[in-house]
């Protein structure tokens, strides 16, 4: 865990320049290591994401609560299931060519049934993301110390961080292994930053994409 003082809130206005677009969806079930199928979908149909730095959120992060895992690495998404797709805003009417598409993942379907609005970024101080690509050896600590450069990088200096789970994401290339990370008492501008540039490689595969979190409570579990 890193933790420092607290900040000030300070006057900002949210950008519309990146923006979730969100697809209600269908799917009868679905592997929990799905990241790479899905991209792999996706592009087929909107193949400019690789080149937009856009990010694709698995089924799970994308809807929260709305979905029931099985032992055997398997899940049911429910009618509250969505896809989100983080891109810029002059590119959200191109993807409304995903509406009424099946995107075959294999031995398994997702049914892409209607367009929702899209969301913007969020100011909030807190925010987590589910994956972000990592060395497996990395302890904690050697994590965090990770995840500060690359906060700094974007110009963000970090108050409070805290790591989570470990998992891993299957591609054809290998194991890609990923820990999940909680920022907390950023300034709204680096709230924002954050969320559009991501840390880390592997957006198309749901790493670096940061969501906004009403509290810390909301993240012990993830």
Known sequence: MFWQEDIKEEHFTLPETIQDAVFAIHAKVLPVDHAYLLSQALLKYLPWL???????????VADGNGWEQNEAGFYYPSKRSKLNIRIPKER???????????????????????SLKPKLLSDMQIVFAKHIACNKNYSEDEFLQMAFSQLQALGISPKKMMAGLQRSISTPNGIIHTRSLMVANLRKNEAVTLQEQGIGEHRLLGCGLFLPQKGIESVNAV
């Open 50 to 60: 690789a080149q937009v730095n856009a990010g694709i959120f698995d089924i799970s």
């Open 92 to 114: 959200l009417k191109s993807a409304q060519n995903l509406v009424g598409k099946t995107l075959d993942l294999g031995e398994y379907s997702i049914e892409i049934v209607k």
